[in-house]
């Protein structure tokens, strides 16, 4: 294996290309273009010139660099380096015989090759823009010409004065786009580019691009392409934090960072700043890197022990040289590697003695910084002045305010340093008032409410380890609880012992708390059929004493569970008021872990049940609810999956993968990611994206390869490889792949997941109808959206009498009937519609028409009418498709060409590239006339439907913040947005977008 140290990779920049695709577009089509590119040292200019010019095919490319010799520098630097590359490619005699007037005296100030130079004057200097404008505008005559201008922010007078005039002046239809960098970080106050750029900036065909930082998948992305494999969630937490997204940063950090200690190349570029100001200044600099990457002024005048007057003398110059930034009440380093690099320079000495100032000034007034801020930092400052008895105490202290605040991954950190320190201090118990197994158990519930899974059955382990059961029960049943909560959430066997075990030490009588939450936690899991008895029993026992005991999020919780055990699909509204009041005793106990899980079951009981847009809005108001509580990375991320699921039902594909990617960027546990990343896969696998699907489907299988899971994960996965191998052209494989599940899985457990399974079994070129057709007559059908998939499955199928149960006796003996979660709760409910099922199981629909071709159609359009119900798009074209066939069949061809027109709408508003093509091959096999139909109307001006959303409320008056709150999206994913929306109106500010949307009337007016 080898590390690359350049990614091969070009990630995140998509929108940048495509906008400098456009300027190319329109400069080949002789319209006037010029973009100006900024951004921080490092953050990928040059990479992006590269890999835009490098797809600029027949475009001729000029590039010329600034010198970095101050505003007084080498006149015309990169223009000289253009006209050099020019009389190397095409000869001085070529170049002068395109020089306007004949004579190339003018260009002999640029490069000797051109003789002596004219008069000197401000007719010299004229005449010399006139001659580079006049060359570059014959050379387009003859091919588009680039001319990129890079690192502006060192040009001298002379070099701005010409790209201004270049700029200005170019012909209309000159084949000319101009591209000029800088780094924006460069531009103090004073710096002589910020009113060219500002100039230049309201030129009509000038465009204005700022880099961003990758974000943390993108920063992946670039790792995985340097180090040819992905990093570990842990090596990307250190890098991105370092890095903060920075491209340079990020190779550096990986192909020259051997440990801690910054790159030498590294740490030169990011010093470089800093050693240009100041003595004073760059003092209070090393003061200030002790306080972190942001400072409070109030706290930095503690530390530094400067009056005012002195401070703020010191201050300016790094303010002006933009190595700090005012943020608020304080100042932050422009980039957490300068602060790094300034820290590292400190001495031993100096280290520990910056740091016991900081503490000291903290521990006289906590106030100067908000909660629970203050208390961390002070933790973190006495740890680095190497004092482990106040670095242990003020870290408890400080994870009790992070608990105060729900911000569990910081309480997590000061946990941890607790056992960290334990060892070094003596009386370690007796300063905190808890001992070891109390803080070992402690820490595992933090691990697990932060997601760390696999950390808090350790440290519940280890707890475990130090507890004598017999001694003290009640004490190892609370580690057993959690330990099983645990282990159940990561699909680990052993979490029903724990739970059992639990239970068996702690005592019915008298009714405690502990008895009642550990009966719920036990009536949670148990899943299988043969124990749905004992579940609601246990729920019920639980939910007795805890309202007994006065313990409103446990009798919140076990409500929960009752509701959903007896929850019916067919019957889902009479179920919403129990959740309602399970919600009502969660909000007046201010049990928000209850809220959630409320949100969860109730978004998933009514997806299940077909009610897609109920389910999507149940699990955004979740979603919003785990942000407040800090539960945003698990939580949060499970009601991501419960919102991706309607979604993609309801056909919004864009906007199912705008949560996963939100989700996905919270790094959630294992199991939820592979959730989360199957719904990017059927999207993907919908839209002939295969390599993205293969690439999905093998991080989803990757993590769900340790673990044992229920249904709702297992039957999804195995779908998923029969449609990839499908669309492999893998028929043999599938079909093989098909009746090993079939076989080897319980599908009558729950149907709700294994009517999907059975469909696509179904849908294969050589299916084993005869066993699935006995596995159907297994599986009850609850609800609307099972109605469909059944519907869906006997029009597959055929009209044939599937077999009876071998045990079958009538429909008291039917084999299973499934709650939400898949555990039976009685009777079947009948189905109607075509291929109605008798009370034994068996499949009638033979027995209703003769006509084979005509049952087909009928069949199909049940179907079609279910799904078109249901809102689903997606199925209701596929069921078209279907009918379409059979309408073709049955030599209806009228019928054939309606069926083919609606299902080719549906399929393009989708993107829903290999069903078209079925469609498409369809019709022309049929030899029916489906192109001239009118195509559906695109969205206006190219937006899509997203960005009209987002462009409705930029309308509005609305912020990115107000937004992202709105559509229940992140605030980088709005600003890409706008960003988006800017480009394709042709606009510069948000002012003008939504002075365009009035004009055309895109909304309408209140």
Request: glycine share 8%; aromatic share 4%.
């Amino acid at each position: 294996m080898s590390i690359h140290t350049v990614s091969p990779v070009f990630v995140g920049r998509s929108g940048e290309l495509a906008a400098l695709g456009r300027a190319l577009a329109q400069a080949r089509s002789g319209s006037t273009s010029t973009v100006l590119i900024g951004g921080e040292a490092g953050v990928g200019k040059t990479r992006l010139i590269n890999e835009f010019t490098d797809r600029a095919g027949d475009a001729r490319v000029l590039v010329g660099g600034c010198l970095e010799l101050g505003t007084d520098g080498l006149p015309f630097a990169p223009f000289t380096a253009v006209l050099r590359t020019l009389v190397r490619d095409l000869g001085r005699d070529a170049i002068a015989a395109m020089v306007p007037g004949g004579t190339t005296r003018g260009l002999a100030r640029l490069l000797p090759e051109f003789g002596e130079p004219d008069r000197d004057g401000a007719e010299a200097r004229a005449r010399l823009f006139e001659q580079v404008l006049g060359l570059l505008e014959r050379l387009t005559e003859d091919e588009p010409v680039i001319l990129v201008i890079e690192d502006a922010h060192w040009a001298d007078r002379s070099t701005r004065d010409l790209l201004s005039f270049l700029v200005r002046y170019q012909r209309s239809d000159a084949r000319l786009l101009i591209v000029v960098t800088y780094r924006a970080d460069e531009l103090h106050r004073t710096h002589p580019l910020r009113p060219l750029l500002a100039e230049l900036g309201r030129v009509a065909w000038v465009t204005r691009l700022e880099l961003r930082r990758l974000s943390r998948r993108e920063v992946i992305a670039q790792a995985a392409g340097i180090l040819e494999h992905e990093p570990s969630a842990a090596e990307m937490d250190e890098i991105y934090a370092r890095s903060e997204g920075n491209p340079l940063f990020v190779e550096a950090l990986l192909v020259e960072g051997g440990g801690d200690a910054l790159p030498e190349s590294l740490r030169d570029l990011l010093l470089a700043s800093v050693e240009r100001l100041p003595d004073e200044t760059q003092e209070l600099l090393r003061v200030a890197s002790a306080g972190g990457q942001r400072i409070e002024h109030a706290l930095l005048t503690a530390v530094a022990r400067l009056d005012d007057g002195d401070l703020n003398r010191a201050l300016r110059p790094a303010v002006a040289g933009n190595v700090l930034v005012v943020d608020g009440e304080g100042y932050s380093f422009r980039h957490a590697l300068i602060r790094e690099a300034l820290h590292d320079d400190l001495l031993p000495g100096e280290h520990t003695r910056l740091h016991t100032r900081f503490a000291e000034a903290l521990e006289q007034d906590l106030s100067i910084l908000p909660a629970p801020r203050g208390a961390i930092e002070l933790a973190h400052h006495w740890h680095a002045a190497h004092d482990s008895t106040w670095a242990l105490i003020s870290a408890w202290r400080a994870a009790a305010a992070a608990r105060k605040s729900t911000a569990y991954d910081e309480q997590l950190t000061m946990m941890s340093r607790v056992l960290e320190l334990w060892d070094q201090v003596p009386d370690a118990a007796e300063r905190i008032g808890a001992d070891h197994t109390e803080v070992l158990r402690l820490t595992s519930t933090v691990a697990h409410l932060a997601g760390e899974y696999e950390r808090a059955i350790a440290l519940a382990s280890a707890a475990l380890a130090e507890v004598d059961q017999e001694a003290d029960p009640i004490r190892a049943a609370r580690m057993l609880r959690q330990r099983g909560l645990t282990r159940y959430d990561l699909g680990r066997q052993g979490f029903i012992d724990d739970l059992r075990q639990a239970a068996a030490l702690v005592p019915n009588e008298p009714p405690s708390r502990l008895r009642a939450q550990v009966l719920e936690s036990l009536a949670r899991m148990l899943h299988a059929p043969e124990e749905w008895e004992e579940k609601i029993a246990t729920a019920e026992q639980a939910m007795r004493i805890a309202h007994e005991v006065g313990d409103g999020p446990t009798e919140s919780h076990a409500l929960i569970t009752l509701t959903w055990a007896r929850c019916r699909y067919s019957q889902i509204e009479a179920q919403l008021g129990a959740f309602a009041e399970a919600n009502r005793i969660a909000v007046s106990a201010e049990a928000y872990n209850a809220l959630l899980r409320s949100a969860i079951s109730e978004s998933d009981a009514l997806e299940g049940a077909g009610w897609h847009e109920r389910a999507a809005q149940v699990a955004r108001n979740g979603i919003a609810q785990a942000e407040r509580f800090g539960l945003a990375r698990t939580s949060g991320t499970f009601l991501s999956i419960n919102l991706a699921e309607p979604l993609v039902s309801l056909g919004r594909w864009d906007e199912a993968l705008e949560v996963v990617e939100h989700a996905l960027d919270l790094i959630p546990p294992a199991p939820y990611r592979a959730s989360v990343q199957g719904f990017a896969f059927d999207i993907a696998l919908a839209r002939g994206q295969l390599d993205r699907a293969d690439t999905l489907f093998a991080a989803t299988r990757s993590a769900l390869a340790r673990g044992t899971f229920r249904d709702q994960t297992v039957l999804p996965q195995a779908r998923r490889e029969i449609e990839l191998l499908t669309a492999h052209g893998r028929p043999d494989e599938a079909r093989r792949l098909a009746l090993r599940i079939l076989r080897e899985q319980d599908l009558t457990a729950n149907p709700r997941y294994s009517w999907p399974v059975l469909v696509t079994c179904a849908r294969l070129g050589s299916a084993p109808v005869d066993e699935l057709r006995s596995m159907a007559s297994w599986l009850d059908v609850e609800g609307d959206l099972q109605r469909a998939l059944h519907l869906t499955f006997l029009a597959l199928t055929g009209p044939a009498e599937a077999p009876s149960p071998k045990n079958a006796a009538g429909a008291g003996s039917r084999p299973n009937t499934a709650a939400p979660d898949g555990s039976p709760t009685g009777p079947p409910a009948a189905s109607g519609g075509v291929g109605a099922r008798r009370g034994d199981g068996s499949v009638s629909g033979g027995e209703v028409v003769a006509d084979t071709a005509a049952w087909r159609v009928g069949a199909w359009d049940a179907a079609v009418a279910a799904w078109g119900e249901l809102r689903q798009p997606y199925s209701e074209a596929w069921a078209l498709l279907g009918g379409a066939r059979a309408a073709v069949a049955a030599g209806d061809r009228q019928g054939a060409t309606a069926r083919l027109t609606r299902a080719r709408e549906l399929a393009e508003q989708l993107g829903a590239v290999p069903l078209a093509a079925e469609l498409d091959d369809l019709a022309r096999r049929a030899r029916i006339a489906i192109a001239d139909e009118p195509a559906p109307q695109g969205p206006p001006l190219g937006l899509t439907a997203r960005e009209l959303e987002v462009l409705s409320q930029v309308t509005d008056g609305r912020s990115n913040r107000e937004i992202a709150a709105e559509l229940f999206i992140s605030v980088k994913t709005v600003s890409v947005h706008v960003s988006n929306i800017l480009s394709k109106l042709g606009v510069s500010s948000r002012t003008e977008a939504a002075a365009t949307a009035h004009r055309l009337h895109l909304f309408p007016l209140d």
